[in-house]
């Protein structure tokens, strides 16, 4: 039987078929690996039910964190009892939410992004728990710029934990301002590095946003200042420990 692409070719349509369908968010996929791992795995608080809701109802939950890669933050910001955390791409407050509810009641969430809009119609309609509340500090502007202003502060290398999930063509330039804030042994987590699949693309086939994610997972798989693990769960998700 003759295939009308040559085998090289052919082979890229393949895992890249492939790699889209088996990569996907809990909330998106009925693959039934996928929805038994969530089944025997993922815990809810009611108010992170609530605000999912709210956030399906009103956005739609594309831009959201997938409730495995939330509970996977958590999971490593109670391992490493994190206190100060960054949360780079805030959107309606989901991660920022699953953060909170991880670290102390004395820790910090500062959540960045350039619009209020989401969160405000839903985070602050949601999170309305006091003790909860005054942990997430909301800074609505450029992230890069209110991380400068942390590291101007004084504060580089107090930081525990950072989930950077915003605009893909800026996560190099996130990801090194979360370096330098975070101690040693403080953890990095990066959404969507794999990008629905996108990402094993040829490189003149990618667009801008596709590009951004490969150079950033070249850049950190190369990086001696981090131990890493880039993880095929979600949408995919890079793990980088700071030494």
């Known amino acids: 039987m003759r295939i009308g692409l040559s085998f090289p070719i052919f082979l890229q349509f393949a895992v890249t078929r492939f790699a889209s369908a088996a990569i996907g968010k809990s909330f998106s996929s009925n693959d039934p690996i996928l929805q038994y791992s969530i089944k025997h795995s993922v815990q809810l608080e009611q108010v992170q039910k609530e605000l999912i809701e709210l956030t399906s109802r009103k956005f739609g ?18 391992a490493i009892k994190a206190k100060n955390i960054l949360d780079v791409g805030l959107f309606t407050g ?27 119609q839903v985070g602050d309609v949601v999170i309305t728990d006091v003790n909860l509340r005054r942990k997430i500090k909301t800074f609505f502007q450029p992230a890069e710029i209110t991380m ?19 605009d893909k063509k800026n996560y190099i330039t996130y990801f090194e301002q979360c370096l330098s804030l975070l101690r040693s042994g403080g953890i990095i987590t990066i959404d969507n590095v794999l990008w629905s699949g996108r990402i094993v693309q040829p490189k003149d086939e990618m667009d801008e ?31 980088a420990l700071k030494k």
């Open 94 to 120: 989901y991660s920022a939410l699953g953060a909170a509810l991880a670290v102390p009641s004395d820790g910090t969430v500062v959540g960045m992004d350039v619009y209020s809009e989401y969160f405000d």
């Open 61 to 78: 939950n594309v831009m959201m964190g997938a409730p495995e890669v939330v509970q996977l933050n958590q999971n490593l910001i109670r």
């Open 148 to 166: 400068n202003q942390l590291i101007e502060n004084g504060t580089a290398g107090q930081w525990d934990f950072c989930f950077i999930d915003a």
């Open 209 to 239: 946003s596709t590009r951004a994610i490969d150079d950033l997972n070249k850049l950190v798989a190369n990086d001696t200042r981090v131990f890493v693990s880039l993880l095929p769960i979600a949408d995919g998700l890079t793990i």
